[in-house]
């Protein structure tokens, strides 16, 4: 049973490809979030549609992958691009296990 009933109508979605730099990491610890709030995870591969819709995109229009967000009642949240980076330089997933778990939350 999740930790929060409201999480029901919820879904994490990771967007990304295969070259992306820890994008089995981060699929990984989507899938791991999602199992304990009891939501739903898909990743989708190449979407750079959605990704131009609803993630961050640069001045030319360009998006980096990978992209985590949160869809809620015909809403998309974005939740993060890229893991982030710790104050010595490297990757901090425990960062973005954070980021993902308080989306789900509000």
Excluded: N
């Amino acid at each position: 049973m999740p930790y929060w009933r409201e999480s029901m109508s919820k879904k994490i979605v990771l967007v990304t490809t295969d070259w992306a730099p820890f994008s089995d990491k981060l699929a990984k610890i989507c899938e791991e979030e999602a199992s304990k709030a009891g939501v739903p995870f898909e990743i989708r591969k190449d979407d750079w549609i959605y990704l131009t819709r609803y993630g961050e995109v640069d001045e030319f229009g360009g998006a980096d992958v990978p992209q985590v967000f949160v869809e809620t009642e015909g809403k998309v949240i974005h939740v993060l691009t890229r893991i982030p980076i710790d104050s010595g330089g490297k990757p901090d997933f425990e960062d973005a296990r954070r980021k993902i778990l308080e989306a789900l939350k509000d």
